[in-house]
């Protein structure tokens, strides 16, 4: 009884195994071609695509914030990045991790800069800013800054990370924070930009000129523009990314790591999918793909949508298929080759390998045993023969190959040279 237990609790979970699949997604958040201009902070004030670098900086330092480094502002501190048409999209998001310490020297209900480009006096094109009187709550603004606002539901004190976002889809602005939807404001029109330079951290020249620099008292980290509105869900997504953020480098293959569902030894599963991304906007020249590690005979690239070049912000694929050799876990890395800083990029495989009705590499032929695996024959070592890759062997000037076992197997293998037993 005790056996038959075991055999259908190994059956189930075999079964199990052969149903399913886990696959580990790429531990950072991929960004979308639509990510315009990305300024992480980690090691300066540049645009990481270096499309809308600043043209001024001043009082500004690197502090520890939720995704590496993030800005914080001295006295008059700011950000100044010129006006321009890749900035001015008329669906949009914006978003950044901030983490307010208190008012800052404007202290009123129009609050601090976290990002904006003003027009005038009242008037701004867009700005997200928070407030510490009276309320503690966060502020998007898109035109009068009397007006034309939302105002969070919810407060958020100081002295914590929050991760805010404003869109617009041409109908309707929205504001998030930590993913939550925080209000609407429908509205269709025409975002009037301006030449004014957009700002981190503080309003515009003539503002802090007239006293109202609104400097942000905190910290500001990975401030990013996008083309077009960004759904609720990806929101939530970035924002549960928290401290590993989105992924910065040059190339990024996803997912990370991939793993195979129960495979018989000598069999092929079906192929699975690695996404190269080219994460930034220059062409880069594409190597070819690799296998190295414990198991690489066990892995196969099956097909590829990858050519000779990537173009800037374009993606590629990959096709992997899983042909376990011997029984047990079976691993190896895929290694992406390509010109890009960080080449090559890796993505862990592994699968586990089941018994079946065929003979593994290695293992030694004998009568009644399965016959070798799909591209393996019976090889002659000494007086013994071996299950290894299929190649024509010459005994005597001809080939003798003949079926291996009693019982109607068909692995090739020379019968001149094995014990009579085998006949």
Same mark, same amino acid.
Request: glycine share 10%; aromatic share 10%; with cysteine.
């Given at each position: 009884?005790?056996?038959s237990?075991?055999?259908?609790a190994a ?19 991929v ?6 201009s ?10 990481l695509y270096g ?5 001024a900086?001043?009082?500004v ?6 995704v590496?480094k993030g ?8 950000i100044?990045i ?11 998001t ?10 800052g020297p ?5 609050g601090s800069?976290?990002?904006?480009q003003?027009i ?12 510490a ?10 035109g009068d ?5 939302i ?8 002295g914590?990370f929050?991760?805010?976002?404003g869109?617009?889809?041409g109908t309707?602005?929205r504001?998030?924070v930590n993913?939550?939807?925080e209000?609407?404001f ?14 981190i951290?503080?309003t ?6 007239e ?5 942000f008292n ?7 523009a996008?083309k ?9 997504a970035?924002y ?6 989105k992924? @910065?480098a040059?190339?990024v293959p996803? !997912?990370? *790591?991939? %793993?195979?569902?129960?495979?018989? #030894? $000598?069999?092929t599963s079906a192929?699975?999918t ?5 994460n930034?906007d220059t ?5 070819g793909?690799?296998f190295?590690?414990?198991d ?13 070049t990537?173009g800037?912000?374009?993606?590629c ?7 376990p050799q011997a ?8 290694n992406? @080759?390509?010109?890009a800083?960080?080449? !090559?990029? *890796?993505? %862990?495989?592994s699968g586990k390998? #089941? $018994? ?9 032929c ?5 016959p070798?695996?799909p591209?393996l024959e ?13 190649a ?10 003949e ?9 090739p293998?020379?019968k001149d ?5 085998w006949w």
């Amino acid at each position: 009884m005790k056996s038959s237990i075991t055999f259908l609790a190994a059956l189930s979970s075999l079964m199990f195994a052969a149903h399913c699949q886990v696959v580990a997604q790429t531990p950072c958040w991929v960004p979308p071609a639509s990510l315009v201009s990305w300024w992480t902070a980690d090691t300066n004030a540049r645009d990481l695509y270096g499309v809308n670098n600043p043209s001024a900086v001043k009082a500004v330092m690197l502090v520890p914030a939720e995704v590496g480094k993030g800005f914080t502002f001295g006295v008059g501190g700011y950000i100044d990045i010129p006006h321009s048409s890749t900035l001015a999209n008329q669906e949009f998001t914006w978003d950044a991790w901030v983490k307010p310490e208190g008012p800052g020297p404007n202290d009123d209900s129009d609050g601090s800069v976290i990002l904006e480009q003003g027009i005038d006096k009242l008037h701004v094109s867009v700005a997200v800013r928070w407030r510490a009187n009276p309320d503690d709550r966060s502020l998007f603004i898109f035109g009068d800054v009397n007006s034309e606002l939302i105002v969070s539901n919810d407060t958020f004190p100081p002295g914590a990370f929050y991760f805010v976002a404003g869109t617009y889809d041409g109908t309707t602005f929205r504001l998030y924070v930590n993913g939550a939807l925080e209000g609407t404001f429908t509205e269709a029109k025409t975002i009037p930009y301006s030449n004014e330079t957009w700002e981190i951290g503080s309003t515009g020249p003539i503002s802090r000129s007239e006293g109202y620099p609104r400097t942000f008292n905190g910290i500001i980290d990975e401030v990013e523009a996008f083309k077009g509105a960004f759904s609720q869900a990806t929101i939530q997504a970035i924002y549960e990314k928290r401290g590993i953020g989105k992924c @910065k480098a040059p190339v990024v293959p996803t !997912p990370t *790591s991939l %793993s195979f569902a129960a495979q018989t #030894v $000598g069999t092929t599963s079906a192929a699975r999918t690695v996404t190269v991304v080219n994460n930034r906007d220059t062409t880069i020249t594409m190597d070819g793909v690799s296998f190295t590690g414990s198991d690489p005979n066990d892995f196969a690239e099956s097909s590829t949508t990858c050519s000779s070049t990537l173009g800037g912000r374009k993606r590629c694929t990959v096709s992997i298929t899983f042909t376990p050799q011997a029984t047990g876990t079976r691993t190896a890395v895929l290694n992406v @080759k390509d010109s890009a800083s960080g080449s !090559p990029q *890796s993505v %862990s495989l592994s699968g586990k390998a #089941v $018994g079946g009705v065929c003979s593994p590499r290695g293992t030694e032929c004998a009568p009644y045993s399965p016959p070798c695996c799909p591209g393996l024959e019976c090889r002659l070592a000494g007086n013994r023969a071996f299950c290894e890759p299929a190649a024509s062997q010459n005994v005597g000037g001809q080939n003798t190959y003949e079926r291996a076992h009693k019982g109607g197997d068909r692995t090739p293998i020379l019968k001149d040279r094995l014990p009579d037993e085998w006949w």
